[in-house]
């Protein structure tokens, strides 16, 4: 079992910083790429940014030169640094590990955190 743990979402002010970390957990040997997805009111999820193993990283355009994303310790753990935030940043953040292979042979597409609130108001 692989349960991937979020922490770092809240209330902040426009312009304002916050920092999402996200840990996975389990008997893992390796994770191919870890991101952060978000979900708004009314709106299908959407990527946010995702890193792999190299370090490669991807983010969408409406986050690009504001968010940073890296990997830390045995690159179990991604971390989401989020600066200048607006109110359409306001949404449900979902961690995400995609191709997780498990120790004894499992692999795991897609594994989902549970979800954090970040809140920016208008």
């Known amino acids: 079992q692989v349960q991937l743990v979020e922490s770092g979402g809240g209330l902040v002010q426009p312009g304002g910083s916050l920092t999402l970390s996200c840990a996975a957990a389990?008997?893992?040997?390796?994770?191919?790429?870890m991101g952060w997805y978000r979900q708004r009111l009314g709106n299908q999820r959407e990527l946010v940014a995702d890193?792999?193993?190299?370090?490669?990283?991807n983010y969408a355009d409406f986050v690009k030169g504001r968010f940073t994303i890296s990997r830390e310790g045995r690159k179990t753990t991604v971390t989401l640094q989020m600066n200048s935030l607006k109110p359409e940043d306001t949404a449900v953040y979902f961690c995400?590990?995609?191709?997780?292979?498990?120790?004894?042979?499992?692999?795991?597409?897609?594994?989902w955190g549970q979800g954090t609130q970040v809140a920016v108001p208008s």
């Open positions: 995400n590990a995609n191709s997780v292979e498990v120790l004894g042979g499992l692999h795991l597409q897609d594994v």
């Open positions: 389990g008997n893992i040997h390796s994770i191919y790429s």
């Open positions: 890193i792999t193993y190299q370090g490669i990283t």
